[in-house]
């Protein structure tokens, strides 16, 4: 994974989010995600930025039991908080985002034939993330979050509790603007029909960077 927050230059209030998520499953045998997410960063302070912008996730069929009988994509457009403040030697950030998702529903595949297209499903999803974070010995230190997500709006079925991110990392400075995490994430995930819920163990290596874009 890679997640981007860039300013425009250094110093500008103003920046750019770039994020590429790169997920597999069956120990990286098959795809079972692919995410692009870009919007722009406006700082109010050193301790609160928001964000708007736009995410494309290509979801495809995996697991015991698949969310969907086929690989569906799907359009978000996002809005988010962070906060930021200290306790001790804790950095704490609480992220507030809001989705406005358009998921692309697909008939069973025909053999022989190609995927129909049924229609595009609008859904709302509120997810909160808070996440802790300090030095150990120099470069060296550890990383916290969890995050629920809420789904909510007319089309929502079953899965108002969507699913919920408990993450635990070891972190590595490299240099000013660049951070490198290697962690366990564990996924629930509830499907659709409220009934079947998901869980997944998953590694997560990731390259975070706040690097301006001209100085």
């Not at 994974?1 to 590429?20: L, N, Q, R, T």
């Not at 098959?30 to 301790?47: A, I």
Request: aromatic residues 16%.
């Amino acid at each position: 994974m890679y997640f981007g927050d860039h300013p425009v230059k250094a110093g500008s209030k103003w920046g750019i989010h770039m994020e590429g998520q790169w997920r597999r499953h069956d120990l990286g045998l098959n795809w079972q995600q692919l995410l692009l997410r870009t919007g722009v960063n406006y700082d109010f302070s050193k301790n609160v930025q928001v964000t708007g912008g736009y995410c494309f996730v290509n979801t495809y069929r995996y697991g015991e039991i698949p969310l969907a009988p086929a690989t569906f994509p799907e359009h978000r457009f996002f809005q988010q908080v962070v906060l930021k403040h200290t306790v001790g030697k804790w950095n704490i950030s609480h992220r507030y985002r809001l989705e406005e998702r358009f998921i692309n529903e697909k008939r069973v595949p025909v053999p022989g034939g190609p995927s129909e297209f049924v229609r595009w499903r609008y859904e709302n999803r509120f997810r909160y993330m808070f996440r802790m974070m300090r030095t150990i010995k120099g470069p060296w230190g550890v990383a916290f979050y969890d995050e629920p997500f809420i789904a909510f709006g007319h089309n929502v079925a079953a899965d108002v509790f969507n699913q919920n991110r408990a993450y635990a990392a070891i972190t590595h400075t490299m240099g000013k603007a660049s951070r490198l995490e290697i962690g366990y994430m564990n996924q629930v995930v509830q499907q659709r029909n409220g009934r079947i819920f998901e869980a997944n163990h998953t590694l997560q290596v990731a390259v975070y960077s706040t690097l301006a874009l001209h100085r």
